[in-house]
């Protein structure tokens, strides 16, 4: 901590927690659709080898990819004036079996995904963003080698 978090004005911190709150549900809400989208093509165009069930809580999404396990949970972050939802990939690591992180990445209130620099990999505006999207997902995560080093 600093100096400077206890001199933050207290009233001027009650709006910017509601606009994180609002975005961060936004953001879940976009990403709901992506997932129900995911179950479709995990079952068609992947010939069921990737399947997938969305967390009662809507923050977290587990799957299979050929045969292997993995999850992606979601929290709310701020930047500065800009709120994201920050997605952390994990398997299940081989010996421990506790979650081990293969990846990280933003999405931005509008849908576009990030790199935690901020960085535009995938744009909201793009067609197939959640195809995309699913696709680099599963190709990180069966390429992941499940143990930690």
Do not use: C
């Amino acid at each position: 901590m600093e100096k400077a978090d206890f001199e933050y004005d207290h009233n001027q911190f009650r709006g910017e927690l509601g606009k994180v709150a609002y975005a961060y549900q936004r953001i879940k809400e976009r990403l709901l659709r992506n997932f129900e989208h995911w179950k479709e093509l995990g079952a068609g165009f992947l010939n069921n080898q990737v399947s997938f069930e969305i967390g009662a809580d809507g923050e977290s999404i587990s799957g299979i990819a050929a045969g292997k396990k993995f999850a992606i949970s979601l929290t709310p972050v701020a930047f500065e004036n800009d709120n994201y939802a920050l997605a952390v990939v994990t398997v299940v690591d081989l010996v421990s079996k506790l979650p081990l992180e293969i990846d990280r990445f933003l999405i931005s209130v509008n849908g576009d995904v990030l790199s935690m620099e901020r960085v535009e990999l995938l744009s909201s505006e793009d067609e197939a963003q959640s195809f995309k999207l699913l696709i680099a997902v599963v190709r990180r995560v069966i390429r992941a080698i499940p143990v930690q080093v």
